[in-house]
């Protein structure tokens, strides 16, 4: 069983930054996907980044060119650095993992995950 914990959510204005982090604890797949995933109120969970053990990194076009997804400083941690954060980026950010796909790159596709994180919300005001 993987645990993940996420942390570095909190309220900020339209244009500024935040660091999530996530730190995955106990067992960690050899070869992995782990990714972000958000979900705004009364909306579906949709995906943000996805990385691969690698380094490969995926992104939605929406978050493209402001955030960033890497390996952390501390072991075990991955950091998703959001920049140029806008109102619609308003939603609790959920972390995930799973073992790497042969074949192709990281998906992110919720569906495709078996491990979360019970979720940090970012708020953005315009």
């Known amino acids: 069983q993987v645990g993940l914990v996420e942390s570095g959510g909190g309220s900020v204005q339209s244009g500024g930054s935040l660091n999530l982090s996530c730190v995955t604890l106990g067992y960690r797949y050899p070869t992995y996907c782990m990714a972000w995933f958000r979900q705004a109120p009364g909306k579906e969970r949709e995906g943000v980044a996805a990385?691969?053990?690698?380094?490969?990194?995926t992104y939605a076009e929406s978050v493209k060119s402001r955030f960033i997804f890497s390996q952390g400083n501390a072991k075990n941690t991955m950091s998703l650095q959001m920049n140029s954060l806008k109102a619609e980026d308003t939603a609790m950010y959920y972390c995930?993992?799973?073992?790497?796909?042969?074949?192709?790159?990281?998906?992110?596709?919720?569906?495709?995950?078996?491990?979360w994180g019970q979720g940090t919300q970012v708020t953005v005001s315009a």
């Open positions: 995930a993992s799973r073992p790497r796909p042969s074949g192709g790159p990281c998906r992110i596709i919720p569906g495709d995950f078996g491990d």
């Open positions: 990385i691969d053990d690698d380094g490969r990194t």
